[in-house]
């Protein structure tokens, strides 16, 4: 085409250069570019025949363009651009004719421009697309993005510390030196023997009986414990797993559940590790509903003794840590027969082992065997053939058996007694999710780190780009980190409330903390799996620390309890607060009470709001706070009155639960949704620090208006919202996740987890 005699006759056919060279710079020609270019050709008179058919031969699909020649068009054009900035191909294509043909662009028509201008914008090329096409080495916004925190990390560490950093940096201390090694994941038995001398190394540190009292080797410290239990958790997760169930499961089992008898039999020697035991609640027919277990405790009044026994095969004890290899005894769930009445589920401390490893008679154990996580963990089932234990044995505190051998109970109502019993118990609840968040927190790290160095891609003839400075990028790991942020200092009032509780609110305890460790252990495993996809195949390589991350946490999701039955737990106990107010009520009565409930809709379900959409209402705290309480308060009402509707047409309860299970769920996470965006914004408003606090106002708007997003279906719905505003906040969450760029490294840099725990090559600081 360069070379061709009708150039040389007529240079004002160099105008059409740049649209040629746009179009067959992909090497592909479609359909559409050929018929576009050729209603353009044949609109133009000044035009000879041959000089068409010249033009119209470059627009044949199967004559593939060489690519020595295409660089030559290349080449031409870049010297032109060269002259002046073009804003589009039509003004690169007449500065060339101007070049090669001693100022013939100023014989070109107005019309003649006009209908390439039309062309252009019919083949889509956009203004500026001619910078990016042609222009060498030019800089963007998106390769000028980089790490420049406006805060300064170490502060806001002090500040997710708080009155823990001594004992968080003593732990940290531990896990963080060279020795402390990860298991060999290799092989099964050599895991679990590595994992059992991690945890006698982290005994030896005192750290097991941490919340066990003075006298028996401990601080009193349960704060301190779940403290523990979360920095461990940036290490190996066998380890802080098999560290919970010895010392959190059985040990609090027998220090919550037990009598000073047992305190000064036990608790010692279960701090030390002297005792390795289990936790054997689970059953194989019975998961998490804990009242149905089948195994029995039969008493003996003459012979003062206890049978133990596993009914039948399926009523085993399954899933129970320490059982397969190391454990020496452990506490039973089981229901107490006292001449042939059945008492209820009650615990008792049963030996399945002595100190030489060998199984005791009437116990039966097998090895639930390689697992899809945490095999330094050895899980097993235990069937128990009319093992006798001493009376003595039974864990008193809340049941006992007197000197008559009839049953006693400061309880008297059976059910009360059993939740009770098991409300003792919730601590797992809030050191699981704890735990969970701390892996979420190094997924975060080692994808945004590496995010930060991995370059890729870039504008032509410009240098490649890092990948979190592309927006979906961002989109991918900045809303979860600052969902992290959120769940910490949730975590943290959890916490609180649950060292602090007292009779009158420990239902409403309990069912926070069920929340909290559903929602947060969601969170982690979808965390996680943006994390792996976000570094690519690194993230597949086991070295990258990622895949351990995802197998080991799966299984959170069903610990202390299945998420989905978590969820509807807590919306029963929401649900509870209605039970008064609805039983005497007429139906004019409930709907005038349920306006009442609903009233945020009074004022925001107005014209002007549901379409508000300027920046400083979309940031506005309240605004956040308002939509979290009117969902929350809507789905629960909703949920109340589907429920009275159900039962009083005739249903049962039972049935009416199971019809509304997926509305209960929603009922749960509203609730939590907005606990976390309460303790997000207080934290907020309570730091000092001005840089630290700006940072936090802003991860928390992002976690704010990132939920609402993902729930804007249901706001639609409600007419809660309208179009124009759920677009605006999709546009808003992209340009908070544009912001936040900058800081997102030293937002990680903030967790202060030990380098060799993030064990991961791609997280390896630049140097």
Known sequence: MIDSEQLEAN?????????????????????????????????????????????????????????????????????????????????????????????????????????LRETEAKLGLVHNEVNYIFQQGHRTITGEQKAEPLFDPKKLTALLDGSQADLIKKVKDIIGDE???????????????????????????????????????????????FTIMETLSYHDLSMVIKFGVQFGLWGMSVFFLGTEKHHQKYLKAIGTLQIPGCFAMTETNHGSNVKGLETTATYNHQKQTITINTPHILACKEYIGNAAVHGQMAT???????????????????????????????????????????NGVDNGKIWFNQVVIPKENMLDKYASINEKGEFESPITSDNKRFFTMLGTLVGGRIGIPRSALSAAKSGLTIAIRHSDKRRQFGPKGGEEVPILNYRMHQRRLLPPLATAYGLHFALQYLTERFLNRSKEDAQEIEALAAGLKAYTTWFTTATLQECREAVGGKGYLAENRIPDLKNDTEIYTTFEGDNTVLMQLVAKNRLSEFRQEFNEMDFFTVVNYLA??????????????VRKTDDEHLLDFEFHKSAFEYREEAILSSAAQRLKKLIEGGMDT?????????????????????????????????????PVKNILRKLAQLFALFTIERNRGWYLEQGYMEGVKTKSIRKMVNQLSWELRQDAVALTDAFDIPENCLAAEIAKRVS
């Open 596 to 609: 009442d409930r609903a009233k945020t809709s009074l004022t925001e379900k107005n014209p002007i709001i």
């Open 332 to 374: 039973v769930f089981a229901k107490l027969i006292i001449d042939g009445t059945d008492y209820g589920v009650n615990t008792f401390v049963v030996p399945i082992r002595n100190e030489k490893g060998e199984t005791l008679e009437g116990v039966t154990i097998e090895d639930n065997g390689k697992k899809m996580g945490l």
């Open 11 to 115: 240079p004002k056919l160099y105008l059409f250069l740049p649209l040629y060279y746009t179009l067959w710079a992909d090497f592909i020609l479609t359909s559409t570019e050929i018929k576009t270019m050729e209603e353009l050709i044949g609109e133009l008179e000044w035009l000879k025949e041959e000089e068409k058919q010249y033009l119209k031969s470059y627009l044949d699909p199967n004559k593939k363009i060489n690519p020595k020649e295409l660089k030559k068009w290349e080449s031409i054009i870049s010297e032109a651009q060269k002259e002046g900035q073009h804003k589009n191909l039509t003004s690169l294509g007449k500065e060339l004719v101007k070049i090669h043909g001693n100022g013939q662009s100023e014989d070109l028509s107005e019309d003649t421009i006009n209908k």
């Open 654 to 690: 039972f049935d009416a639960t199971n019809v509304s299970g997926h509305h209960l769920v929603n009922v749960g996470k509203a609730y939590i949704e907005r606990i976390v965006l309460e303790q997000f914004q207080q934290q907020v408003e309570t730091t000092d620090d001005e």
């Open 179 to 225: 020795s402390f090694k990860y298991p060999d994941t290799g092989d099964v038995a050599r895991q679990r023997e590595q994992v059992l001398q991690l945890c006698k190394i982290l005994a030896k540190e005192g750290l097991g009986s941490w919340a066990f009292p003075k006298e028996y080797g401990g601080k009193d410290d349960m704060r301190g414990y």
